[in-house]
């Protein structure tokens, strides 16, 4: 498995989600650190530091599905299931997907690219409700982005 490179304290506070709470700790310090988290996880969210947008919700009374926008133009989905104590989110990996299911439209027009691990981060973010699940089974093959999707979970080997 691949580690990240060396990262900067401007690398970090322009796209904040793609690192962990260890990481920017030991770029920025603890004291930073917390403070951005707080910022970042408790306070309505900075457009500037996200990297992905909201274009459309589709709601019903127990699921939403939101639409994303990337930087390059590309669209993913996820999806919010509401459950008494909280929710469930299905994240997207990829853009697109290789495997091509008959039963599936993400694989339709094929695979695009991985998702980044900030890109995965911020679906999960920009729902703004109580997640108690994360389901890593929306568009792609989550195993098929292997270092991406630990990285947006925060484990290191």
Known sequence: MKHLPKSTPTEILNDPYGFTYKEMSEVIGEDKARALYTEL????FHKENLSISTKKVYKSSDTEKYVYELKDNRYIETVFIKRR?????????????SVGCIFCESGRNGFVRNLTPSEIVQQVVLIRQKVNRIVFMGMGEPLFNYDNLIAAMGVRP
Not at 85 to 97: E, N, P, R, Y
């Open 41 to 44: 996880y408790k306070q309505p």
């Open 85 to 97: 104590d909280g929710g469930t989110v299905c994240v997207s990996t990829q853009v697109g997907c």
